[in-house]
């Protein structure tokens, strides 16, 4: 029976997309590593068409990344409420949403792969000219394609990076995608942290923070890291990323180690400013987080340590061109039987820039 009504809401008559009849995109930016595998999009659909408007929404506190961009016009927020895991207060808050923009836009893609009632009612209340998505999980009879509300589908599955999944869309409407690489504004804060780092030093930026406490790192081994990561060559200066919401914390930390090779950053007011001195260091030491893209972005080399998730480790990846990756697992917090080897792999890492 659900597959009936979800068959019945999710068809329309299919019709060939016209590039020319395209003037207005909304695309979901999400979080900062959501946004950044988005950027070579946004950068395309401005080559194909200087006057097409483009919209994205983005997670509260992510804004700055996009304020600069010459080609996003609008900027739409979505602040994570207290109610939002009460699945009837997100179903109508999401055709709320779809209400509101009904027919507002001329295209507009469809990043998830499920097939509940509610979220094919609310692509179908929104009515974007054109609408692309990926296959479908094949559930309640429906095959991977049936749904003709789509009039265009990808394969969004985890086997690509995302950059690559954000690019198919462009793919089938015959715009050219090679072009990959990530782009970001920065704007009056371009040059603002330049002499920030002594350039006669290996300046390796560490941030222990991940997006759910299990993808942290403990305490016992963010004192660990702080103590033996300078040791691992005499040139090195480490300085710790943190939030300002914790950052008078961090800094008594640090201040209590009394580490000579130990530097807490500058508190930021925002994303795009934890950017600016990402730009100019020489190294990431990075749990799995949005960050890591950030360096991507200027190519800074990456020691990354991700969870065992099969999926994470493919679709956000590192693009730099230098980057090794260290597997832990989820626990209470993100844990590690052997931290010896990801203090080798970081020397690896060194020793590849040191001699690149």
Do not use: W
Not at 7 to 36: A, F, M, P, T, Y
Not at 169 to 190: A, D, H, M, Q, R
Not at 199 to 218: D, T, V, Y
Not at 244 to 271: A, D, M, Q
């Amino acid at each position: 029976m659900r597959g009936f009504f979800i068959k019945l809401i999710g068809h329309k008559k299919r019709e060939e997309i016209d590039l020319k009849k395209i003037n207005s995109i909304l695309i979901g930016g999400g979080r900062v590593g959501d946004i950044i595998t988005k950027t070579p999009m946004f950068r395309a659909f401005s080559e194909l068409n200087k006057n097409i408007k483009i919209d994205v929404t983005v997670a509260k506190g992510c804004e700055s990344l996009l304020i600069n961009h010459p080609n996003v016009n609008v900027i739409s927020s979505t602040e994570i409420s207290r109610f939002s895991k009460i699945k009837i207060y997100k179903i109508i808050h999401n055709l709320f949403s779809s209400f509101k923009i009904r027919k507002k836009y001329d295209l507009y893609f469809d990043f998830t792969r499920n097939v509940r009632f509610f979220h094919i009612l609310s692509l179908k209340i929104m009515k974007p000219r054109y609408l692309i998505g990926c296959y479908r999980m094949e559930k309640f009879g429906i095959k991977k394609d049936e749904l003709t509300i789509f009039d265009k589908y990808i394969d969004g599955s985890a086997i690509y990076h995302a950059v690559d999944i954000n690019m198919m869309p462009l793919e089938v409407l015959g715009i050219n995608t090679s072009n990959k690489k990530y782009e970001l504004f920065l704007g009056p804060l371009e040059t603002k942290f330049e002499n920030y780092f002594n350039k006669n030093k290996i300046n390796i930026i560490f941030n222990f923070l991940g997006s759910a406490q299990n993808r942290c790192l403990c305490d016992e081994d963010i004192e660990y890291f702080f103590k033996e990561l300078p040791k691992l060559n005499n040139n090195i200066e480490l300085y710790i990323l943190t939030t300002p919401i914790i950052y008078e914390k961090i800094k008594r930390k640090v201040e209590f180690l009394n580490l000579k090779h130990v530097h807490l950053l500058p508190k930021t007011e925002s994303i795009l400013e934890a950017a600016a001195l990402i730009k100019y260091c020489s190294c990431l030491f990075s749990v799995d987080t949005g960050i890591i893209h950030l360096a991507s972005v200027f190519n800074i080399p990456t020691l990354g340590l991700y969870t065992e998730d099969k999926d994470t480790l493919t679709i956000f990846a590192p693009k730099s061109d230098l980057y090794k990756i260290v597997i832990g697992k989820k626990e209470d917090y993100l844990k590690f039987e052997n931290k010896e080897y990801i203090l080798e792999e970081t020397l690896k890492l060194l020793n590849e820039i040191i001699n690149k």
